[in-house]
Nanobody
Framework: QVQLVESGGGLVQAGDSVRLSCAPS????????MGWFRQAPGKERRFVAA?????????YYANSVKGRFTISRDSAGNTIYLQMNSLKPEDTAVYFC?????????????????WGQGTQVTVSS
């Protein structure tokens, strides 16, 4: 079964930057849209960013991270990244990467069929 593995989380201070990575266990996602979600303690999982599949690299962001976070994928199209700048304490959450079946951009969790186990990002004030 294909797995997505996130890495790069940790404890940082407000204003710092962190880059998360998400690599699949197999080369299967170059044509598929991928995205990042996050879940803070006691809250629902929420959309953060998405990137389209195939040759396009269209991106879409939640308003709360627009201008601070950047989603990208490597040239092979499998590994995705989330560059997070100007971090705030409210960005503290477990961050999950996900892969969809389609190649568009999706902001709802039900559009994604593969999920990683998450990586914790904690931003101290």
């Amino acid at each position: 079964q294909v797995q997505l593995v996130e890495s790069g989380g940790g404890l940082v201070q407000a204003g710092d930057s962190v880059r998360l990575s998400c690599a699949p266990s197999e080369r299967v996602f170059s044509r598929q849209a991928m995205g990042w979600f996050r879940q803070a303690p006691g809250k629902e999982r929420r959309f953060v960013a998405a990137i389209s599949g195939g040759s396009g690299r269209s991106t879409y962001y939640a308003n709360s991270v627009k201008g601070r976070f950047t989603i990208s994928r490597d040239s092979a199209g499998n590994t995705i990244y989330l560059q997070m700048n100007s971090l705030k304490p409210e960005d503290t959450a477990v961050y999950f990467c996900a892969a969809a079946q389609g190649h568009g951009m999706y902001s709802t969790a039900d559009a994604y069929v593969y999920w990683g186990q998450g990586t914790q990002v904690t931003v101290s004030s």
